[in-house]
């Protein structure tokens, strides 16, 4: 099978094959944040069939745990669905606790339920849910689950939002456009690789210098929407060598791309308004397309005017102009920019949550080394940051930025939990709520905490269940699998956000509260560093 590696060698990890529970010290001068979330039962890692492609599934071994049925129903039909959806959005403690209802009902962290949306958008909610680090794996496996038009789950928004394409994302590694496209990515992120670190820098300096300002003027200042106005501008810098801000889209590329993608996850979003409202609005029937063709079609123009290398690489793996620009435009706008857009908000509240300790320990590691390094960041400088590096390890752990992930048996499977062994049908939908995977109490120590240095020294071995890339963290994407593309360019861009902000500030405060996609962080105070 043809491998294409990530050109950030130095983020890969070794592998594993044995899971493990590290009981991890409980680090001196450094506060703990614990999730808000209840804790929820010992939970379940590997598939009892054959070896598999994933690292934590590879060691099919013989077992004495007993051959369960998969507890739950699916009810009545049409009527259960949307009961099951109103609970989801609507019910205390909203998607969590309906999963950790049901967790507590079948004492069991396999069972069978529904998923949003239900009626009228989608023809099947049934699921088979795995809500443990043991099982969870399986939707990894691409000889055993297929990922075809699953990207959203048990719907897939209308192609008329990507142009008429199917891109990337939603094409299982089996069909023949999924190889040509992913190594377009793959070049994307290969020929970026020197802007990433000085547009890094210069991007966000320019954002501090504006948070500044606005503290200055108001009080406080909202991370998000200039976040997100750097962030889009950092990733036209790196990818395109082109300022979006000085092109025909302005400044109106951040607000363009959210519609859009309100448009594509609308069934599976809480907006926070009455549920009379979002009901119609978003969970009954699909936005119609044409409403947002003319936002699209500006995205489209801008991507085509300034994707030009990347097109010509395309056109050379035989894919057409015009469906190497609609993936070009999904790959940044949806998967990247909706990424950071998420990532960066979450990881900024969980340290700044953990409060002054842990921001003077980071702020003294990463100046010193910096300093050691010749005053520049550099790959060398943050591979002798581990408490930073163990800092993004644990915000992708306890708030991974894909929570949903799907799969479809493509034939009769066993599954495995920690407790039991169940048996799935071909073609049955298999489905895994990250969140739950990723605090499995039965291999994270203290799971519901943030523990900034968890993964420090031995704590590496753990790496192998963060799986927020849709495979373990130990691992690299290829053409034959659906890890992100862009595994690497993510935790190296987050590491990036950890770095520049220690390297200016000594600590600061925030303010947070809840966002239909990460969390809404508004800063109080920057206390810049000491010269």
């Avoid at 891109?167 to 377009?184: C, R, T």
């Avoid at 501008?233 to 993608?261: H, Q």
């Avoid at 907006?271 to 409202?277: E, S």
């Avoid at 034939?411 to 895994?432: N, P």
Wanted: aromatic letters at 12%; hydrophobic letters at 35%.
């Amino acid at each position: 099978m043809a491998t294409s590696s990530i050109p950030f060698p130095s983020l890969h990890h070794r592998n594993l094959d044995t899971p493990i529970t590290f009981r991890h010290r409980r680090p001196t001068g450094v506060h703990l944040i614990k999730a808000t979330k209840d804790s929820i039962p010992p939970l379940s890692a590997t598939s009892a069939d054959t070896a598999t492609t994933t690292t934590t599934t590879s060691t099919a071994t013989a077992t004495n745990l007993p051959l369960r049925p998969i507890p739950g129903s699916y009810g009545i039909p049409f009527y259960q669905p949307l009961k099951d959806r109103f609970e989801y959005f609507y019910g205390p403690g909203g998607r969590d606790e309906y999963f950790k209802s049901r967790v507590h009902k079948f004492q069991s962290t396999v069972f069978r339920a529904n998923m949003p949306p239900g009626p009228f958008i989608s023809n099947n909610p049934n699921v088979v849910v795995l809500l443990d680090a043991k099982s969870f794996p399986t939707l990894f496996d691409v000889s055993k689950v297929e990922k075809k038009d699953l990207f959203t789950g048990t719907y897939m928004p209308s192609t008329e939002l990507t142009g008429g394409h199917r891109v990337l994302s939603y094409l299982d590694p089996s069909e023949p456009k999924h190889g040509p496209l992913k190594n377009m990515v793959f070049f994307m992120l290969k020929s970026s690789i020197r802007r990433v670190l000085p547009e890094f820098e210069t991007t966000y300096n320019e954002l501090f210098d504006g948070l500044e300002s606005e503290l200055a003027q108001k009080g406080k200042a909202l991370f998000n929407d200039a976040g997100e106005q750097a962030a889009f501008r950092f990733l036209g810098r790196a990818y395109l060598e082109t300022n979006p801000e000085e092109t025909k889209i302005g400044k109106d590329g951040p607000k363009l791309i959210s519609t859009w993608v309100l448009f594509n996850l609308g069934p599976l979003l809480r907006l926070g308004l009455p549920w009379f409202v979002e009901e119609p609005l978003l969970h009954t029937f699909r936005l119609p397309p044409a409403l947002i063709k003319k936002n699209y079609n500006k995205l489209y123009e801008f991507f085509e005017s300034f994707s030009s290398p990347i097109i010509e690489h395309a056109e050379s793996l035989g894919i057409s102009k015009e469906e190497a620009v609609h993936n070009i435009l999904f790959t940044i706008c949806f998967n990247t920019f909706g990424g950071i857009k998420i990532l960066f908000p979450n990881t900024l509240k969980w340290i700044g949550r953990a409060g002054t300790n842990l921001h003077t320990q980071l702020a003294a590691e990463i100046r010193g080394a910096i300093k050691n390094h010749g005053g520049k960041v550099t790959m060398a400088a943050m591979e002798q940051m581990p408490l930073m590096k163990s800092v993004v390890y644990e915000s992708l752990r306890i708030e991974p930025p894909v929570a949903l992930q799907y799969g479809k048996a493509k034939r009769d499977l066993t599954i495995e939990s920690h407790d039991a062994i169940f048996k799935v049908k071909e073609g049955e939908m298999l489905f895994g709520y990250q969140p739950f995977a990723t605090k499995d109490p039965k291999v994270f120590d203290r799971p519901e905490e943030f523990v900034p240095d968890r993964f420090v020294g031995a704590g590496e071995e753990l790496l192998k269940y963060v799986t927020w890339s849709n495979g373990p963290e130990t691992e690299g994407p290829t053409v034959g699998n659906k890890q992100c593309a862009g595994k690497d360019f993510v935790v190296l861009i987050t590491r990036l956000f950890v770095v520049e902000l220690f390297r200016r500030y000594d600590s600061f405060d925030i303010e947070v509260a809840a966002s239909p996609l990460g969390a809404k962080v508004t800063l109080t105070s920057l206390k810049r560093a000491r010269v």
